[in-house]
């Protein structure tokens, strides 16, 4: 019985890897952590159950634990790989804006500098002390 | 203001504007600082607050306390908090070396927090089969949520605490996807009990 309880705590933590992996790709893992929840509460009754030697109960424990975890880690991997490609598009259209927001303000830039070079050295012009009577 | 202050006055706000043009993408390369990372780990009385924690406890009487923990790590944590009981003598994890305490657990809960959650639940325990023969005391079983353990633990009178000392404690484990398992996280709270003879009606 004890193996069959070390198995599905190896299972249990096997899944919160899975999950933790998901949600570093940026995946919202709050469904999965509740499952995962659920199957950690079966799983400390089994032990406790292993300890008082209802090894009958503990048994069933470590089955529902087992179930609550189906499908966790194919769902975790597949919210990882929605969530890279997502986060992947996200960083190419972010770098996208940047690049074309950095050429309008080079052009922009430069447009404003001569007009601002122009309208200095006019006001600067305008400022000369203009001679009278001279032909 | 001369052309050389404005020249630098307008390469500045071309700066500043060019940074708030590559903030979108600077978000998603650069990683920011973040704060410091700690898991809480509490027990409160049965009011919930930190008052009215059972002491004098004696058999067959049920006791409520709320043990709590809170994840602070920067992300999805495992956690096993291992609930053990101990005779006054028995030892305590070391906080210093950072180790738990050898003594096999009487209950546990397994649970799974996102970044800044908190869970807390009710613990009834209550205990049975106690004897006492003359400056000894005997625990042999300790229920908690219904279950039943047994733990066979032999204390004797306490001349300077005038009573019979077991120690109810609970340390913190966080599970580690490096080496996939538990690691004792340095963090354990404990409840002084006074085990005493039921009043006889």
Redesign the interface.
Known sequence: MGVAIEQAG?D???A??A??EA??AGAD??GL?VK??GA??F???A???L??GDYENANVLVIKCSRALDGVVGEAARLKVDAEAS?GS??FF??C??CA??VL?FVF?LL??RF?VKR?VGAVLGLKPMLEGAE | MNFGDVKLVYVASCFVLGLLILSPALVEIVSFPVGERFSELWLLGRGGLAEDYPFVVSEGVAYKIFLGVSNHLGGSSYYRVLVKFRSEFEPLPNSTVGSPSPLEPVFQYDLFLGDNETWERELNFSFSDVLFDGFTCRVSDILIENYAVGVDKVVVWNETGKGFYYQLFFELWVYNSTFSGFQFHNRWVGLWLNMSKPLQG
Do not use: H, Q
């Open positions: 190896r249990l933590g096997s919160f890897a999950v933790t949600e570093a893992v709050a952590m995962l929840g950690g509460d799983l400390s009754k032990y406790v159950a300890r008082m986060r996200s960083l972010a770098v804006v940047s927001g950095l303000l830039g404003g500098w601002l200095y």
